[in-house]
């Protein structure tokens, strides 16, 4: 959880410096796969009901 959440934003700060399309197509996609592995992470957490209830709620809305 910790790893994916935390290379999203390294790999779209690495998107500002893109000059090409296809070199933006590529490295956003990659923050975009961080970002849903994160988002899967939370999902698990919520289903095994680990920690308390309102911080799942508020991290997955």
Request: proline fraction near 2%.
């Given at each position: 959880m910790i790893r994916s959440s935390g290379c999203a934003p390294f790999n779209y700060d690495e998107v500002q410096g893109t000059i090409t399309d296809k070199d933006?197509?590529?490295?956003?996609?990659?923050?975009?796969?961080?970002?849903?592995e994160s988002k899967n992470s939370l999902k698990i957490i919520d289903y095994i009901k680990a920690g308390n209830n309102q911080e799942r709620r508020d991290l997955l809305s």
């Amino acid at each position: 959880m910790i790893r994916s959440s935390g290379c999203a934003p390294f790999n779209y700060d690495e998107v500002q410096g893109t000059i090409t399309d296809k070199d933006f197509v590529c490295k956003i996609s990659l923050s975009v796969e961080e970002l849903k592995e994160s988002k899967n992470s939370l999902k698990i957490i919520d289903y095994i009901k680990a920690g308390n209830n309102q911080e799942r709620r508020d991290l997955l809305s």
